[in-house]
């Protein structure tokens, strides 16, 4: 089982420019999240999906957007990259079912906006 | 505003024993994590707390206190494979996760 697989797994990018970072998982799970990673600061939330066709903000939504036209995927696009949002994003899943809802990791994405 | 510390960096010897420390302040509280992540990889999931007390599996144990704001992982015969971040995570009110920064441990032959 392939679990959570996260493309690129890094790349450098313009500021200006546009990207979108793909998240597939194969675990059936309802929730998708999407979290950004730097140095000295705990995993920050960006956008959660609890289901197909709805998502939801999180801690630090701006400058992102996602979609969530199917259970398996939940594309994070960056419209208009800044330096800023150089990081390590990943993706994870969950099963919303029961109280221990572990959450599950792609093995993440490391952008550079230069 | 909502806060999980723990301390930045450990280092221990293989073969001992060492407890990492995490406290919470968040609004409410459904469960706490202990991940484990090293290097240039992934989080994986190592326990859950939700009640007081101790949750013991294989060489780790997480202890929770709610009314302390407070968590422990113990990890007890290091091997040189458990150098890696551990990350404490709160659940909060809203059913979302809360993160600390992680503590690096660093283990020594």
């Known amino acids: 089982t392939a679990g959570i697989t996260q493309a690129p797994t890094s790349q450098i990018l313009a500021a200006g420019r546009s990207m979108t970072l793909r998240c597939t998982q194969d675990m059936r799970h309802n929730a998708m999240y999407w979290y950004r990673q730097d140095l000295g600061l705990g995993l920050r939330l960006i956008h959660y999906?609890?289901?197909?066709?709805?998502?939801g903000k999180g801690e630090v939504p701006d400058g992102y957007s996602v979609s969530r036209a199917n259970t398996d995927d939940f594309p994070l696009t960056l419209a208009s990259a800044v330096p800023s949002q150089t990081s390590v994003y990943f993706c994870?899943?969950?099963?919303?079912?029961?109280?221990?809802?572990?959450?599950?990791f792609g093995p993440g994405t490391r952008l550079t906006v230069l | 505003g909502q806060n999980i510390d723990q301390p930045t960096e450990m280092t221990a010897t293989e073969g001992a024993i060492v407890q990492i420390n995490c406290t919470y302040q968040t609004s409410g509280f459904n469960g706490l994590f202990w991940y484990q992540q090293h290097a240039g990889e992934a989080p994986t999931f190592l326990s859950y707390?939700?009640l007081d007390g101790l949750e013991e599996k294989g060489r780790f144990s997480s202890f929770l206190s709610r009314s302390k704001g407070y968590s422990y992982l113990l990890l007890k015969e290091l091997q040189m494979k458990d150098s890696a971040s551990y990350l404490c995570?709160?659940?909060?009110?809203?059913?979302?996760?809360?993160w600390g920064a992680g503590t690096k441990l660093i283990i020594k032959p």
């Open positions: 999906s609890n289901t197909a066709g709805t998502t």
């Open positions: 707390n939700v």
């Open positions: 995570a709160v659940r909060d009110s809203n059913y979302q996760l809360i």
């Open positions: 994870a899943s969950s099963d919303l079912a029961g109280d221990l809802d572990t959450q599950y």
